[in-house]
């Protein structure tokens, strides 16, 4: 099924996600997100699109509870999660994987090492450091590798393997994950066409399969257009267009990008040293599969 046909079927759909009049303002500035509200249905994916600085990072950051928003209501499954604490907040991040654009894989461990990680926020912290898993979780594992085009690298350490393999990696890890919502910052703007292509399709594979609802934050104008169902643009923090890719004009398009040009299908892809840079803080972050089991405790 194409997704501009997945979009129709799912109008009656109760939003998994519905962001209600959401704000987020940093310390002592402007606002990077302003009153936005949107809704991701089960089975949908929603490509957000706007020029840097528009608040797209901001605005799946405030989804999985990287940062708090300001203001407003993130409800998911029907439950507002935006000052979630303890074992709600717990629940959600389970529910809701995200996939990077740096990748954010332990580059010391194999590809299935990494790919059980997707498991930690189901166990216990102690389980989850001492690398406990059960022969089902590994069978689980390799069969997401394998999924993902990936099995003949279960073994292969992360760090020995190409940019597309490891976002494939980082997928096979937010589908043993099992959740509900897949977010997605930039995760093609480091791969080449190809490669970009692969991980787009598997995505509209998740939303479509698994029912997954996809939230995909994307430079690349010309793929947002062929793979969403639906595309949310931003500028400033506010949104400017939401609707079905067909109604995208070039028109609208050149509004929300101003002088800025939308990147085509290939966004520059950086140099190996530049992405090992950038990905070392991520791999720190609280988003990081270690780190969330650590803050959760006992599962
Ligand atoms: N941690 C932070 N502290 C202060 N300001 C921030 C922080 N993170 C982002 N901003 C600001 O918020 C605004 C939105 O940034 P954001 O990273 O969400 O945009 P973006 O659309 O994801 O950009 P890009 O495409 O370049 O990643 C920008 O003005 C940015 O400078």
């Not at 990696?169 to 937010?174: E, F, N, Q, S």
């Not at 991980?199 to 430079?219: F, P, S």
């Not at 085509?264 to 990905?279: D, I």
Request: proline share 4%; aromatic share 6%; with cysteine.
């Amino acid at each position: 099924m194409d997704g501009h046909s997945a979009h129709a079927s799912l109008a009656g759909d109760v939003p998994l996600l519905e962001m209600r009049s959401v704000s987020k303002r940093y310390d002592g500035r402007g606002r990077a997100l302003s009153e936005v509200s949107l809704k991701v249905a089960p089975g949908e994916l929603v490509a957000v699109i706007g020029s840097s600085g528009a608040g797209k990072s901001t605005l799946l950051r405030c989804v999985n509870k990287l940062i708090d928003c300001t203001e407003g209501e993130i409800l998911f499954e029907g439950r507002d999660i935006a000052r979630a604490r303890g074992r709600e907040l717990r629940h959600a991040r389970r529910r809701i994987a995200m996939i990077f654009q740096h990748y954010n894989l332990v580059y010391r461990a194999t590809a299935i090492e990494n790919v059980l990680q997707g498991r930690l926020g189901y166990k216990s912290a102690v389980a989850g450091m001492l690398g406990r898993y059960s022969e089902d979780e590994k069978r689980r594992a390799f069969e997401a590798l394998d999924r993902v085009g990936m099995a003949p690298f279960a073994y292969k350490r992360a760090d020995q393997l190409s940019g597309g393999q490891k976002q494939r990696v980082g997928i096979a890890r937010a589908l043993l994950q099992e959740p509900a919502l897949m977010l997605a910052d930039e995760p093609i703007a480091s791969l080449d066409p190809k490669s970009s292509r692969t991980v787009m399709e598997l995505l509209r594979w998740i939303a479509t399969e698994l029912r997954v609802g996809c939230l995909v934050n994307l430079h690349q104008v010309d793929f947002a257009l062929e793979f969403s169902d639906r595309v949310v643009a931003l500028k400033a923090g506010e949104v400017v267009f939401d609707g079905a890719p067909d109604r995208l004009t070039s028109a609208t398009i050149a509004e929300i990008y101003g002088e800025a040009e939308p990147r085509g299908a290939v966004g520059p892809t950086e140099s190996a040293e530049s992405v090992e840079a950038a990905a070392a803080p991520c791999r720190n972050a609280g988003s990081c599969p270690v780190e969330a089991v650590l803050e959760a405790g006992v599962a």
